[in-house]
């Protein structure tokens, strides 16, 4: 229970990495306000397991591009849970389609950066006020954004990089109010992203590609999470943390 009594928020909490992510730190003794987009039937069974097995958490919908909506997520965090964040993770995201450069909009193009990179922006600096010496916020960049991502996904890495840089900066700017930032980079990780995005044939190959011959899972990554949210980890920021097998090396 290394988390117990922290408080903690985790956008796109409710599925995948992300619900993986929010039992686990329940499970550490966090309480959890887990964030959903579209889907409350996620974010209720989310909450439900962390509740079965004796945890704390609660849900919220809220759409992390809207400056709006992060406010109202704010504002139930702390009726849920009172005004002291300890943990933030900004998971939210997406790729939603693979297209080449001539097949970029001007509405795809804001899409990937919104979701991708705006909300990690925007959610930090509504929650940073709450939060005090010993907080920890974790991004969530991507593999693409050290490899420049598969067919179509250029722009997915290039959102994703721009996540990377971000934390790298936020880690200096919050450092001094003892507030660490630290980024996850996942690589082949089995969830319902590469089942909508990637081919079973190249989810193989690159799978066989990888040192240890096979994809992750979304608990191995939410274990990292739980570990850099935790004091285990005070000297550690900044960083930008690969997650895929030693299929990439930073």
């Known amino acids: 229970m290394k988390l117990k009594g922290k408080v903690a928020v985790v956008t796109g909490g409710a599925r995948d990495i992300g619900r993986a992510i929010s039992l686990k730190l329940a499970s550490e003794g966090a309480k959890v306000m887990v964030n959903y987009f579209d889907v409350e039937a996620e974010a209720e069974e989310t909450v439900k397991l962390i509740k079965e097995k004796g945890g704390e958490a609660v849900y919220a919908q809220a759409d992390a591009t809207k400056l709006d909506d992060i406010k109202g997520l704010k504002e139930k965090t702390v009726e849920a849970f009172g005004e002291k964040v300890d943990i933030l993770v900004n998971v939210a995201g997406g790729l939603f389609a693979r297209k080449s450069l001539q097949e970029i909009d001007e509405k795809f193009y804001d899409l990937l950066m919104d979701v991708n990179f705006k909300s990690a922006v925007f959610v930090s600096q509504a929650f940073e006020p709450l939060m005090g010496k010993g907080g920890s916020i974790i991004n969530f960049a991507s593999q693409a954004a050290r490899d420049g991502g598969g067919p179509g996904a250029t722009l997915y890495g290039a959102s994703k990089g721009a996540v990377m840089t971000f934390s790298r900066g936020l880690a200096k700017e919050l450092g001094p109010k003892g507030i660490r930032v ?26 066989n590609a990888t040192p240890l011959r096979r994809e992750g899972k979304a608990e191995e990554v939410a274990d990292l999470v739980a570990y850099l949210a935790s004091e285990e980890a005070s000297f550690l920021t900044g960083n930008n943390i690969d997650i895929n097998g030693g299929l990439a090396f930073s």
Do not use: S, Y
Not at 182 to 207: C, Q, S, W, Y
């Open 182 to 207: 630290n980024a996850l980079n996942p690589g082949m990780i089995a969830t319902k992203f590469h089942d909508d995005f990637t081919k079973d044939e190249v989810r193989t190959k690159v799978a």
